[in-house]
């Protein structure tokens, strides 16, 4: 068998550090096999919910629900709080699918649209009257743009009856998010919890719910199995409408846990220490140069650096290490590399993977 390899790409990445722990328990507790109407079951459901409940200090109005994926709930929440307008800040791949899905359920999408590697100016940013909801996306992952939460703040109290959807997929639970100034927030768990994907998390708040009653009310369909009323009617017995990825639900909790357990702010920490020595060598280097220029734009959990040369001598001269670069995203596959620093990567890995990139080419 070859040497482990360590995986600084921002999605799936490296597992968390705990997780074969987890994932051993796990089969020795038969958790694959558990039903999910079962006892045993809403007690992996609660586990996994108030832990991610306190990592992200959530007020009490909020919900947490489960879906298979962070793109499966630009879907719903466009189903579920949508009539007919939808408004969204594209910094990238990301914040333009999520747009996208909404012109493909036939809404009417408005979009304002940043410099590539750069964010939309919040400042004097106009939403249409119509638009419903603003879509917000914290840190594009294709990029490493990341939205300051001051911009937010400006356009919740600029459109205080526009619902907010804030995509921390990538950032969570780096991002200290203000609950009361969004609507929503969700993530996938194969970022910044290291875990296999196909789990999403959902943060709805009351207001979400009433806007998809009132929606249905009207005639307009929501949705079946992952509608927010169904999501709401079963969580209240810490079960899902469907049969969930129970495994990854039972894995969260234990990571959420050891996260809790180590400390957020010694993760938010870290995670600044981490992104300081990245682009410090990002900086420094002959051939290699930070891509997003505007440093309050810098993502902390997705470094991205350019390469005018291509990034192939780097990404061979590290997989020769052991180290997993992540490409560039789209059209930037082959100028860019992606550094995912997640909760998972240790300073000592991180200096490490610097100092390798800085004699690499
Ligand atoms: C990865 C990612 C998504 C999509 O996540 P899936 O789990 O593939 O649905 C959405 N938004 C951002 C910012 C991402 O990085």
Redesign the pocket.
Known sequence: MSAKKIYFT??PSQTYFTFEEHLKHAMRDQIASISHRGKEFEQVFRTASEHLREIAQLPSDYHVFFTA????VWERSLQNCVQQSSFHLVNGS?SKRYCDISGTLGLKNHSAQAAVGSCVAVDGLSIPEEAELIAI?H???STGATQPLSDVALLREAYPDKLIAL?I??SFPYVDVDYSQVDMAYF?V??CFGLP?GL?VWFVNEKCIERSRALNAAGKSTGSYHSLTSLLEKSKKNQTPETPNILNIYLLGKVAGDMLEKGIAKIRQETDYKSAVLYHMLEQHENLSPFVKESQYRSKTTIVGQIDKGNQDFVDALARKGMVLGRGYGSFKSEHIRIANFPTHSKEQIESLADQLAVGS
């Open positions: 921002p999605g994926s962070a793109t499966e990301f996306t840190n594009e992952t995509d997929v990538s996938s194969q970022k994907a999403g």
